[in-house]
């Protein structure tokens, strides 16, 4: 099973950014997001499509349907600026599979 | 506080061996699965293994199977991952990683412990 993300975004402080993650009826599966820092270990932004975590603020929120889970981060800081990856369980191959990861930059 | 702490990484030859250790606090360790997760430098997260409650359910990835392998004491919290015939493509951060209670998401990670094979 394959995820594909785009390599990187670009967004302005205070827009949205729309990260994607797609997959082949990723919408039957459960779809968790990180975000990682650099130098940082993984973090927990989004899971099961669109739950989020204690202490993830509410500007990042989570959706999944047919073949594409997107991951949206309103009014973006420049603190959000980190790689993110989509992953999900396949049942099929007993694997965990990630995105191949994005780059959000704030412009 | 949940705290996961990896050790055991280091330099090693191709072909040679290391044993991770990542020591686990703050939780119920024996009701969690966990998984492995490594990062090589500069790319992205790839899976590399699972064990569930009470080790009853082991994967691994297909690059790994055969020689890496994982287990966990619920004496002493830790969660192990013993690495054999490395290769250099090997080279990356290790990573343990502890499931949710409900979901098979990754809700809390380690550090990271660094693994180099190079001759």
């Known amino acids: 099973y394959v995820l594909t993300q785009p390599p990187s975004v670009s967004v302005a402080p205070g827009q949205t950014a729309r990260i994607t993650c797609g997959g082949y009826?990723?919408?039957?599966?459960?779809v968790h997001w990180y975000q990682q820092r650099p130098g940082q270990a993984p973090v927990l932004v989004v899971n099961d499509d669109t739950d989020r975590p204690s202490g993830i603020p509410e500007r990042f929120s989570g959706s999944n349907s047919g073949n594409t889970a997107t991951l949206t981060i309103s009014r973006v800081e420049v603190g959000d600026e980190a790689d993110y990856y989509c992953q999900v369980w396949d049942s099929s191959s007993h694997h965990v599979v990630f995105g191949g990861g994005t780059k959000l930059t704030v412009l | 506080e949940v705290q996961m702490v990896e050790s055991g990484g280091g330099l090693v030859q191709p072909g040679g061996s290391l044993r991770l250790s990542c020591a686990a606090s703050g939780f119920t360790f024996s009701s969690y699965s966990f998984n492995w997760v490594r990062q090589a430098p500069g790319k992205g997260l790839e899976w590399v293994s699972y064990i569930s409650t009470g080790s009853t359910t082991i994967y691994y990835a297909d690059s790994v199977k055969g020689r890496f392998t994982i287990s966990r004491d619920i004496a002493t919290n830790s969660l192990f991952l013993q690495i054999n015939s490395l290769r250099a493509e090997d080279t990356a951060v290790y990573y343990c990683?502890?499931?949710?209670?409900?979901?098979?998401?990754?809700?809390?990670w380690g550090q990271g412990t660094l693994v180099t094979v190079s001759s």
């Open positions: 009826n990723i919408g039957s599966k459960s």
């Open positions: 990683a502890k499931e949710g209670a409900t979901s098979s998401s990754f809700d809390h």
